[in-house]
């Protein structure tokens, strides 16, 4: 089946540092790319939604110069959380899925884990 | 709008009994559903999709889910629960534009041996 590809799995850096999150999709080509947030025992929160070649959009209450997402390539998105502080430690996950093929499912990668020392 | 609802935030069976993990759907056309699995500090993984086809939809690990349009349901099952079920089970709706999911809030299933 559809592999996404996530990475790191997990990250800890101290406050200030900038850490960049890849998503890739190993199989498919991934017309859009959706980055979710999670917080403990909680459900997904959007974040983005990524087309390829175009900005994303983001979420009401999601801070676009804090949380800069990149879609170059239809096999490729990144996240980067800038300037990173301990309140932004979460769990990130992203998925894509191929839009030109109709009700297609989302293609989770496996997240990773920021934590904000 | 869309939306689904998990009307179960924890549910626990005993191994070999039967699984049911409950979602109701709001729709204002032929939605696309699906479940996911997600196991500790992992992504989601796709159990099955409904897309408009047959009703009764069979995915992996031996789970199904039935489509119900006269009760907006779409309830998960599986006849005998394994350890390895014991995770948190998400139900979503497509949009009807084809590009955004709505997510419920999610159930964690508990298996006891």
């Given at each position: 089946?559809a592999v996404v590809s996530q990475h790191p799995?997990?990250?800890?850096?101290?406050?200030?540092?900038?850490?960049k999150i890849e998503c890739r999709s190993l199989d498919f080509q991934a017309t859009t790319m959706f980055w979710y947030?999670?917080?403990?025992?909680?459900?997904?929160?959007?974040m983005a939604t990524s087309n390829e070649g175009s900005k994303a959009t983001y979420?009401?209450?999601?801070?676009?110069?804090?949380f800069l997402i990149n879609h170059a390539s239809l096999t490729l998105s990144t996240l980067t959380?800038?300037?990173?502080?301990?309140?932004?430690?979460?769990?990130y996950i992203c998925s894509a899925r191929d839009n030109r093929v109709?009700?297609q499912?989302q293609h989770f990668g496996d997240?990773t884990?920021?934590?904000?020392? | 709008?869309?939306?689904?609802?998990?009307?179960?935030?924890?549910?626990?069976?005993?191994?070999?009994?039967?699984?049911?993990?409950?979602?109701?759907?709001?729709?204002?056309?032929?939605?696309?559903?699906?479940?996911?699995?997600?196991?500790?500090?992992?992504?989601?993984?796709?159990?099955?999709?409904?897309?408009?086809?047959?009703?009764?939809?069979?995915?992996?690990?031996?789970?199904?889910?039935?489509?119900?349009?006269?009760?907006?349901?779409?309830?998960?099952?599986?006849?005998?629960?394994?350890?390895?079920?014991?995770?948190?089970?998400?139900?979503?709706?497509?949009?009807?534009?084809?590009n955004?999911?709505?997510?419920?809030?999610?159930?964690?299933?508990?298996?006891?041996?």
């Amino acid at each position: 089946g559809a592999v996404v590809s996530q990475h790191p799995s997990w990250v800890i850096c101290k406050s200030g540092t900038s850490v960049k999150i890849e998503c890739r999709s190993l199989d498919f080509q991934a017309t859009t790319m959706f980055w979710y947030r999670q917080f403990p025992k909680q459900s997904l929160m959007l974040m983005a939604t990524s087309n390829e070649g175009s900005k994303a959009t983001y979420e009401q209450g999601v801070e676009k110069d804090k949380f800069l997402i990149n879609h170059a390539s239809l096999t490729l998105s990144t996240l980067t959380v800038t300037s990173a502080h301990p309140e932004d430690s979460s769990f990130y996950i992203c998925s894509a899925r191929d839009n030109r093929v109709g009700n297609q499912p989302q293609h989770f990668g496996d997240g990773t884990r920021l934590s904000i020392l | 709008a869309q939306s689904v609802t998990q009307l179960d935030s924890h549910v626990s069976v005993s191994e070999g009994t039967p699984v049911l993990l409950r979602c109701n759907y709001s729709s204002s056309y032929s939605p696309s559903l699906f479940w996911y699995v997600q196991h500790p500090n992992k992504g989601l993984q796709l159990l099955l999709k409904y897309t408009s086809a047959a009703t009764l939809v069979k995915g992996i690990n031996g789970f199904e889910a039935e489509f119900k349009k006269s009760e907006t349901s779409f309830h998960l099952t599986k006849p005998s629960a394994h350890m390895s079920d014991a995770a948190e089970y998400f139900c979503v709706v497509l949009s009807n534009t084809g590009n955004q999911f709505y997510f419920g809030t999610g159930t964690s299933l508990t298996v006891i041996p």
